[in-house]
């Protein structure tokens, strides 16, 4: 018969690297806002690298761990679904950094740092509700959810007013073209983080 101590150690290292995918995450969404308030700065790609880089190794222990262990603090279709939530968010962002490296001279006078501003606080809010997943509380959750949406659906509104940009006619077609596809990712990488928080908040719902 395993001890609840067992138990429980094997849920700390779950949580542990659940943690540490969502705070590699904020961090590439971190070092996109800090790209974005100086956008006539040339700006390394480490930072959203590195990110990727840590994410992709929590992702990978998660995976072996799912495979080593026998018992898991939750069930592990559900650790396997926030892991894959987590991982699409740097990945999101960094698709975003690269093609803005390569396009940030066709881009001015076009301000993408009030909606990074919204993505790095939306990654923020996964954190708190990955950190608070352990206690299983849902009314913490509920609350953290509800600022996840709002967040979202203030970004939504941020992203419409730069779609007027786009169809408000003083744009070539290949502008267009080009700032609709900068738009959508970034909606993405917004989307990608409301997706994380509702698989921590259904994982919350399920057990509390």
Known sequence: MFSLQTIFGHGKQFYDLLDQAAAAAHDSTKALHAMLREPTRTHSLDA?????????????KISQALVDSFITPIEREDIEAL????????????????????????????????????????????????KELPKLRLEPMKALSDRLRVLEAEADRLILELYRDIYSGRLEATEMFLLK????????????????????????????
């Open 48 to 60: 959203f690298k590195l990110a990727r880089q840590r994410e992709r190794e929590a992702s990978d």
């Open 83 to 130: 892991g894959s939530a987590l991982y699409r968010i740097p990945k999101q962002v960094e698709r975003f950094a690269d093609r803005y490296a390569l396009a940030q001279h066709r881009l001015e006078g076009i301000d993408f740092a009030p909606r990074a501003a919204m993505l790095e606080q939306a990654a923020g809010v996964v954190v708190e509700m990955v």
């Open 181 to 208: 596809e900068f738009f959508e990712i970034l909606e993405k990488a917004i989307d990608r983080c409301r997706e994380a928080g509702v698989v921590a908040y259904e994982i919350a719902l399920k057990n509390s």
